[in-house]
């Protein structure tokens, strides 16, 4: 296949929707306006998205999609996570810290529940407990099983006990919601605190948020949110051409840019967390050499890759650290793209004459066309790949959940997620003794410098070891109909503040 074939190929398979993996002040927004009439507070905003969720609660399936549509806007934390990565208090006005590090004692908000019930301490510890409990299964339940305790002080008052000092513990508490204790069945109901309440769920079409009335901060600026799904990115772009939907979560075909500028669209570009990545088992052969590892990375042509899917946007990454985090390497080449390497390491990991595996790549996004680029550079080494595409829903079970693969591919949007190399039995197995006494020290460091010296140092490692092949870093596009203004720019973790959203 010649490389003009090969591009024309990647970049029409690239508006596939972005399946990703979450393991996710107000909006610094874009305040631009087009100028075409005052806002309209009642307006409904419409949003067009492939990012759907799996179901409707944040502790089964890890789900980006949950996150872009509740986080913040239907359920908030004791803290929230700002669209500049910062953290700042929400339903914990105050919060005070034991000089030892381990007791959290949070003073609530006067907030309610769109059910009407409010919000108390109870609530809290029944949402903490469950967030680590056993049938949990959220990405970040790890990092908080830190938590020893949970106790309610009185009504207003809650008391967390952590069984060592966390220094990313309120950072972590950011995306935790807090549910209603007696909310029951949450996979296909909701009942947060947040601005807006969930007002109608249509599996495969829709979610519409309505506006909270009686919600204890500010109001929203809009008149309520409709989130509507397309499977087909086309479909998509012509309901934003034909006024169908307001605005686009995320663009993933940049060849589509060109067509909305000369209409009159937004483009708002901004940074993110997403990274593309082929994710290996380590724990089996020979994916358990470090070599092959090395080997795989090498023999990958990512500055190709990238051209091909984003059209110069976007950038390379050589690790799990992206630009925007304290303890960014610039580690692009540690892994270098050089065929010769990678036939020379391959000798001397005793596949001389290359080997045979499967990638199990999720239907959605642009991971099988990812895939068939990596198959064609592969192949010029003697290693053949066998493509195995399976729904979304598959690949949780059988590579998140279950472990049963060689290697996939996936999009990871978490910010601040190098702590999934810390943990030997997360999904690709990766077990390193000395990054995971790195990050456990780091997490219990005594100040921010100490925390990003430790990070900095599992950062080099993960690399060195080529843990993961982290093929490029995603930029976050956003198109938006001419009068709509407040659109988060950034994507952070898949968050998507819609409160400050508004049209003319």
């Given at each position: 296949?010649?490389?003009?074939?090969?591009?024309?190929?990647?970049?029409?398979?690239?508006?596939?929707?972005?399946?990703?993996?979450?393991?996710?002040?107000?909006?610094?927004?874009?305040?631009?306006?087009?100028?075409?009439?005052?806002?309209?507070?009642?307006?409904?905003?419409?949003?067009?998205?492939?990012?759907?969720?799996?179901?409707?609660?944040?502790?089964?399936?890890?789900?980006?999609?949950?996150?872009?549509?509740?986080?913040?806007?239907?359920?908030?934390?004791?803290?929230?996570?700002?669209?500049?990565?910062?953290?700042?208090?929400?339903?914990?006005?105050?919060?005070?810290?034991?000089?030892?590090?381990?007791?959290?004692?949070?003073?609530?908000?006067?907030?309610?529940?769109?059910?009407?019930?409010?919000?108390?301490?109870?609530?809290?510890?029944?949402?903490?407990?469950?967030?680590?409990?056993?049938?949990?299964?959220?990405?970040?339940?790890?990092?908080?099983?830190?938590?020893?305790?949970?106790?309610?002080?009185?009504?207003?008052?809650?008391?967390?006990?952590?069984?060592?000092?966390?220094?990313?513990?309120?950072?972590?508490?950011?995306?935790?919601?807090?549910?209603?204790?007696?909310?029951?069945?949450?996979?296909?109901?909701?009942?947060?605190?947040?601005?807006?309440?969930?007002?109608?769920?249509?599996k495969g079409d829709s979610i519409t948020l309505e506006v909270n009335e009686d919600y204890w901060g500010d109001a929203p600026a809009n008149g309520g949110v409709v989130y509507q799904y397309y499977a087909d990115p086309t479909a998509l772009n012509n309901a934003l051409l034909t006024g169908a939907v307001d605005l686009v979560t995320s663009q993933s075909n940049p060849d589509s840019l060109t067509e909305f500028e000369a209409a009159g669209f937004q483009i708002i570009e901004g940074t993110s967390t997403t990274k593309e990545l082929l994710a290996f088992n380590d724990r089996i052969e020979p994916f358990s050499n470090v070599n092959v590892r090395k080997a795989v990375y090498s023999a990958i042509d990512r500055e190709k890759l990238l051209d091909a899917i984003w059209d110069g946007r976007g950038e390379l990454i050589g690790s799990m650290v992206p630009p925007s985090e304290p303890w960014y390497l610039d580690l692009a080449d540690n892994n270098p793209y050089?065929?010769?390497?990678?036939?020379?390491?391959?000798?001397?990991?005793?596949?001389?004459?290359?080997?045979?595996?499967?990638?199990?790549?999720?239907?959605?996004?642009?991971?099988?066309?990812?895939?068939?680029?990596?198959?064609?550079e592969l192949a010029k080494v003697g290693i053949t790949v066998d493509i195995n595409i399976i729904t979304d829903d598959e690949w949780y079970q059988k590579v998140y959940n279950d472990k049963n693969f060689e290697a996939t591919l996936q999009g990871h949007v978490n910010d601040r997620d190098i702590n999934f190399y810390g943990n030997p039995d997360f999904y690709w197995g990766y077990d390193n003794a000395d990054v995971q006494t790195w990050l456990a020290a780091s997490e219990a460091a005594s100040s921010v410098e100490e925390q990003t010296e430790l990070i900095a140092q599992a950062n080099q490692q993960i690399s060195d070891d080529a843990a993961s092949i982290w093929l490029y870093l995603n930029p976050q596009l956003r198109i938006a109909a001419e009068g709509v203004t407040g659109v988060p720019q950034n994507g952070l973790n898949s968050l998507f503040y819609v409160y400050d959203i508004t049209k003319a």
């Amino acid at each position: 296949m010649t490389s003009r074939r090969l591009t024309r190929l990647l970049t029409a398979s690239a508006a596939a929707s972005a399946g990703l993996l979450v393991l996710s002040g107000c909006a610094a927004g874009d305040t631009s306006t087009s100028g075409s009439g005052a806002p309209d507070p009642a307006a409904e905003i419409v949003i067009g998205s492939q990012n759907e969720p799996t179901n409707l609660d944040q502790i089964f399936g890890g789900s980006s999609g949950v996150t872009e549509v509740f986080t913040g806007n239907v359920y908030e934390g004791l803290f929230r996570i700002t669209d500049d990565a910062e953290v700042e208090p929400l339903l914990a006005t105050e919060t005070e810290v034991s000089d030892d590090g381990l007791v959290y004692t949070f003073t609530l908000a006067d907030a309610a529940f769109h059910s009407g019930d409010p919000l108390t301490a109870d609530d809290v510890k029944y949402s903490l407990e469950r967030f680590v409990g056993e049938d949990s299964i959220a990405a970040r339940k790890r990092q908080l099983s830190v938590i020893d305790s949970v106790d309610v002080v009185d009504d207003n008052t809650v008391a967390v006990t952590l069984t060592q000092p966390s220094i990313s513990f309120t950072y972590n508490l950011g995306y935790v919601w807090i549910v209603n204790d007696e909310a029951g069945e949450l996979t296909t109901s909701a009942d947060g605190t947040g601005p807006y309440a969930l007002a109608d769920y249509r599996k495969g079409d829709s979610i519409t948020l309505e506006v909270n009335e009686d919600y204890w901060g500010d109001a929203p600026a809009n008149g309520g949110v409709v989130y509507q799904y397309y499977a087909d990115p086309t479909a998509l772009n012509n309901a934003l051409l034909t006024g169908a939907v307001d605005l686009v979560t995320s663009q993933s075909n940049p060849d589509s840019l060109t067509e909305f500028e000369a209409a009159g669209f937004q483009i708002i570009e901004g940074t993110s967390t997403t990274k593309e990545l082929l994710a290996f088992n380590d724990r089996i052969e020979p994916f358990s050499n470090v070599n092959v590892r090395k080997a795989v990375y090498s023999a990958i042509d990512r500055e190709k890759l990238l051209d091909a899917i984003w059209d110069g946007r976007g950038e390379l990454i050589g690790s799990m650290v992206p630009p925007s985090e304290p303890w960014y390497l610039d580690l692009a080449d540690n892994n270098p793209y050089d065929p010769e390497l990678s036939a020379q390491l391959l000798a001397d990991a005793g596949y001389a004459d290359g080997f045979a595996f499967t990638i199990d790549t999720p239907d959605s996004g642009v991971h099988s066309t990812v895939a068939e680029f990596l198959k064609s550079e592969l192949a010029k080494v003697g290693i053949t790949v066998d493509i195995n595409i399976i729904t979304d829903d598959e690949w949780y079970q059988k590579v998140y959940n279950d472990k049963n693969f060689e290697a996939t591919l996936q999009g990871h949007v978490n910010d601040r997620d190098i702590n999934f190399y810390g943990n030997p039995d997360f999904y690709w197995g990766y077990d390193n003794a000395d990054v995971q006494t790195w990050l456990a020290a780091s997490e219990a460091a005594s100040s921010v410098e100490e925390q990003t010296e430790l990070i900095a140092q599992a950062n080099q490692q993960i690399s060195d070891d080529a843990a993961s092949i982290w093929l490029y870093l995603n930029p976050q596009l956003r198109i938006a109909a001419e009068g709509v203004t407040g659109v988060p720019q950034n994507g952070l973790n898949s968050l998507f503040y819609v409160y400050d959203i508004t049209k003319a």
